[in-house]
């Protein structure tokens, strides 16, 4: 790793390369189109994920669910690396003033299936906030039809009282 936003993902991890495909065939179930074009390979539509310039990022189903998922885009957004996000409470990813209404967001996702409208305040792991836009939240189902957690998409963001 060279420095914040930047990372090289474990694109020889079976376990990477299945959460990516995870992402993108939960999205295509729920939102009846890709996410990204899938590549030749498993590991081409992981690597056509991690590249997307757009945010996207996921997490698990503990009680209080770990990032288990960022691209590029979300690792410079955040102003950290792989290492650093993957792991982190997915709650720390808004302030806490602005988490119950994020909690609201997510209970509707997983009663809906997804949610194409979602708008909110988050900060990174430097602290800078900013706002997201149209975000896509979905349920993520694993390859056999369990609930995996939950991932988000965007590419409008604004950057707030820098």
Known sequence: MTGPGTAEPPFDDPAWIERSLVIVDSFERWLRRPLVGRGASTVETAGALFEAPFVVVAHGTESDPLLNYANRMALALWETDLQTLLGMPSRL??????????????????????????????????????????AYVWNLINASGANAGQAASFARWERLGD
């Open 93 to 134: 990813t808004a302030e806490p003033m602005h988490r119950d209404e994020r909690a609201r967001m997510l209970e509707r996702t997983q009663r809906d299936g997804y949610v194409d409208d979602y708008r909110g305040i988050r900060i990174s792991t430097t602290g800078r906030r900013f706002r997201i836009d149209q």
